[in-house]
């Protein structure tokens, strides 16, 4: 038995929840009638802990990457599942995600450094980033993490970094794809205008046809950098299955490229994230892209691989290790998100549901009209009587629900937005000085605060004020 094999074979076996209503397979619609996490009462975990509240389920967290991981190996011989850990960065996510044996994509010193505490194996992360700065590679290099090389001048700095330090640097290198296929294609409005290829040529990411092999070239005669892969990130631009089977099939076209212009074939391709998931009551940009009718892990895995299959048979190419890095798609639906009521307003043509969560705390839903699906904690399946705003408490307008049909809802009652579990507390902001929420995991019937909430002491205790100031400021009065 490999390694690998061993991880998987200790992690826990899951049981989905037979909820009255269920969110996802381990969020639902407990047997009081109010919202649940697993095994434990969403309005007893808001009382117990405070608002706002991030809520993680453990084995909803399990469950999503299992999906990715089956869905894949299905439909290919070798394939390792990279978890995007900018998604969500807490310690116990990182640990969650060693004990099912997923690797990870990291972008900064920061999350590689959040990885490593957290023990995951190197040799299965992967560094990204346009602008690396000097610790961020010689941390990679020192404990033989992958670096994905994504501008010109940084094979030379790897290489003496490298040298400097003894050791053998893995390198890949992103790609800047052609997409040809995609430019009448259009995607998510959060990426910019345009079609899908003019989105991804206006990106920062990636090198050229010519950049690649020149790098390559010079790369083959480096013997302190061995070359392990190349790398493209589609990103949430499309839920189509079918346009992230265009990257797919690209990334294999420039492996034939590269073996005709260097000699040297990619053992790996990383395809990278972006993938979406769907929901019966509809999530996501503007909901209508992410509802019951969205793609599957399936759909993703079963045309993705074939246009691999069949470009690699065309080009006489031996199949890669294939990649993946998930970020969303897993942590997204693992969590929920949850905020107190306040001041309840109502105005000639509108009301206003005044909460103590915040577009710092749900920051895409600050840039898109539409994003997180809002329900009432308690008595969770009640039908919606107004349609009113969901607000946080900031001094911009701060619209977390805009537009949301629900009960009546009065001051203390509590509200959950779903699906928050990915880029909530790794993107979360403090406008007005506000204090980031806390976390808590919950596995089974138990919970445990795996992000502390924050204090005063944290947000006052960043600042200094020079001694000049200190002497007027404080200066006795005439």
Sequence with gaps: MN????????APELKPVDYQLSFGEFIGVGPNGNLWVDGCDVADLANRFGTPLYIISENQLRHNYRAFRDAFRAEYPDVEILFANKSNNGLAIRHIMNTE??????????????????????????????????????????????????AMDELDRIDEIAARLGVVAD??????????????????????????????????????????????????????????ETHFHLSRMSN?????????????????????????TPPC???????????????????????????????????CC??????????????????????????????????????????????????????????????????????????????????????GSLCNSDEVGPHRKMPALERGDLVAFLDTGGYTESSAARYNAQLLPATVLVTGARAEVTTEREQMKDVAGRFRVPAHLLAASFAPAE
């Design 3 to 10: 390694h690998q094999s061993r991880i998987e074979k200790r």
């Design 101 to 150: 044996g997923a690797g990870g994509d990291c972008f900064g010193a920061q999350e590689m450094y959040m990885a490593l505490l957290a023990g995951t194996n190197p040799r299965t992360l992967v560094l990204n980033g346009s602008n690396k700065q000097e610790d961020e590679l010689e941390m990679a290099i020192a404990n033989g993490i992958c670096v994905n090389i994504d």
């Design 171 to 228: 390198i890949g290198i992103r790609l800047k794809l052609d997409l040809e296929p995609l430019r009448e294609r259009t995607g998510v409005a959060m990426h910019g205008p345009g079609t899908l290829k003019q989105q991804s040529d206006s990106t920062k990411w990636g090198m050229t046809r010519e950049q690649t092999a020149e790098i390559v070239k010079r790369a083959i005669d480096m013997p302190n950098v061995q070359l392990r």
């Design 240 to 264: 189509d299955p079918a346009d992230f089977a265009v990257m797919a099939r690209e990334m294999i076209t420039w492996s034939g490229y590269l073996r005709d212009q260097t000699g040297w």
């Design 269 to 303: 391709i990383d395809i990278g994230g972006g993938w979406t998931f769907g929901k019966w009551y509809g999530t996501g940009p503007n909901s209508q892209l992410d509802d019951k009718n969205a793609p599957t892990a399936e759909d993703y895995a079963r045309l």
């Design 306 to 391: 074939a246009a691999i299959k069949e470009e690699a048979e065309r080009l006489g190419l031996p199949l890669p290790k294939l990649r993946l890095e998930p970020g969303r798609a897993l942590s997204g639906p693992a969590g929920v998100a949850i905020g107190r009521v306040g001041a309840v307003k109502t105005g000639a043509t509108r009301k206003w549901v005044n909460l103590d969560i915040s577009t710092n705390h749900l920051s895409w839903a600050a840039v898109l009209d539409w994003y997180y699906h809002a329900v009432p904690v308690v008595d969770a399946r009640a039908e919606g009587t107004e349609t009113v705003d969901l607000v």
